[in-house]
């Protein structure tokens, strides 16, 4: 689980989308609640965006080289479901620099 302190190595930004309040966004709210700080200790220097909006369905964004951007949703995964999804973002950047 290395990769969790080299974020900024492969992404620009990292952004999590979700509902305050629906049961859809709730795993998302959880990963936020439980790992946010550790990743931002982490990758200090990476923006991680954390935005919030009504009636919106969970996502997980990266943004790359480029502007290229990749989203993945959340709604039904659970929390290491969700670190797998980020392991895959974070993968995506590192094939682009090769």
């Known amino acids: 689980m290395a990769w969790r302190g080299h974020l900024s190595r492969n992404l620009k930004e990292l952004r999590i ?3 305050p309040s629906s049961p859809a ?3 998302a709210r959880t990963f936020i609640e439980r790992n946010y700080k550790d ?3 982490l990758n200090p220097k990476l923006p991680i965006l954390v935005r919030e909006a009504s009636g919106i369905q969970p996502q997980l964004w990266a943004r790359y080289d480029m ?3 990749r989203g993945i949703p959340l709604e039904g995964l659970e929390e290491v479901q969700i670190w797998k999804a980020l392991e895959e973002l974070v993968k995506v950047g590192a094939s682009l620099k090769a």
């Open 17 to 19: 989308l979700f509902c």
């Open 39 to 41: 990743l931002k200790i």
């Open 67 to 69: 502007g290229m951007e």
């Open 25 to 27: 966004s709730m795993s």
